[in-house]
């Protein structure tokens, strides 16, 4: 498929490519899904799935979700609890666009900071 990349490593690769890795495009995807849950592009389906908390904290994103406890270790891979602590980390820029469009580039500058 491309040649002269098969002597380096994954990391290497996906660098030279300026590819994510895989952990970075699935958390690109649930934030992307939790915005249009969040924009009501799931009215039906999506009602109670992720519930926001109201707070006007000037070091808040003002979009903040509710971090829900739960007893069950299985929980940790529900998508609401995969999303929730990424998103609340989000800058107030970042989760206040008006587009799905301006979310994915936004989405690719701050991850692409991520280590």
Same mark, same amino acid.
């Given at each position: 498929?491309?040649?002269?990349?098969e002597?380096?490593?994954?990391?290497?690769r996906?660098?030279?490519?300026?590819?994510? $890795?895989?952990? !970075?495009? !699935?958390?690109?995807?649930?934030?992307v899904?939790?915005f249009?849950?969040? !924009?009501?592009?799931?009215?039906k389906?999506?009602?109670?799935?992720? +519930?926001? *908390?109201? %707070?006007?904290?000037t070091? $808040?994103?003002?979009? /903040?979700?509710?971090? %829900? !406890?739960?007893?069950?270790?299985?929980? /940790? /891979?529900?998508? +609401?609890?995969? *999303?929730?602590?990424?998103?609340?980390?989000?800058?107030?820029? *970042? *989760?206040? &666009?008006?587009?799905?469009? &301006?979310?994915? +580039?936004?989405?690719?500058?701050t991850?692409?900071?991520?280590?």
């Amino acid at each position: 498929m491309f040649r002269g990349l098969e002597h380096l490593s994954y990391e290497d690769r996906l660098r030279e490519l300026e590819l994510f $890795s895989l952990e !970075k495009r !699935k958390l690109q995807g649930d934030l992307v899904v939790a915005f249009q849950y969040l !924009k009501g592009a799931y009215k039906k389906a999506g009602e109670g799935l992720l +519930t926001r *908390v109201c %707070s006007d904290r000037t070091r $808040s994103n003002g979009f /903040k979700l509710e971090d %829900s !406890k739960f007893k069950l270790d299985i929980r /940790k /891979k529900f998508f +609401t609890m995969r *999303v929730m602590r990424h998103w609340n980390r989000l800058s107030r820029e *970042v *989760v206040d &666009v008006p587009s799905l469009e &301006v979310l994915k +580039t936004m989405l690719d500058g701050t991850l692409s900071n991520l280590v």
